[in-house]
């Protein structure tokens, strides 16, 4: 018969203490998963409009540059007549601001505001 004289130096996780970490961690997972993809979005947009300002002269310009970025970078949450355009000290600022929901699970859903603008 043998013994296990190291018993109470054994170290390791219970079945408990596994679950209530990978609950811990789907907890957060979970969210940061599904909110990523509009983090993305967001950068995409505020890139687009540093490209959109600088290549065009006028506000139509601006919107149809701001358009194209959009179709090519996968922007669905906003279009160029979303965009708040005015002329300060003779260059144009573009700025935006939406809002987006995000249904996690559910009833839960989170509601991000999104807000950018090319004046610094």
Not at 33 to 61: L, N, T
Not at 70 to 81: D, E, H
Request: proline fraction near 4%.
């Amino acid at each position: 018969m043998r013994r296990f004289p190291n018993l109470r130096q054994q170290q390791g996780v219970t079945l408990s203490g596994l679950v209530v970490s990978l609950t811990l961690i789907a907890a957060i997972a979970v969210p940061a998963i599904k909110i990523a993809p509009d983090v993305v979005e967001y950068a995409s947009i505020k890139k687009a409009i540093y490209v959109a300002r600088d290549s065009g002269e006028s506000v139509p310009q601006i919107v149809a540059a701001f358009n194209r970025q959009a179709s090519v970078g996968y922007i669905t949450s906003l279009s160029g007549k979303d965009l708040d355009i005015f002329k300060d000290k003779g260059r144009f600022v573009v700025s935006f601001a939406y809002e987006k929901k995000i249904h996690l699970v559910g009833p839960v859903s989170f509601i991000v505001d999104f807000t950018g603008s090319t004046e610094k």
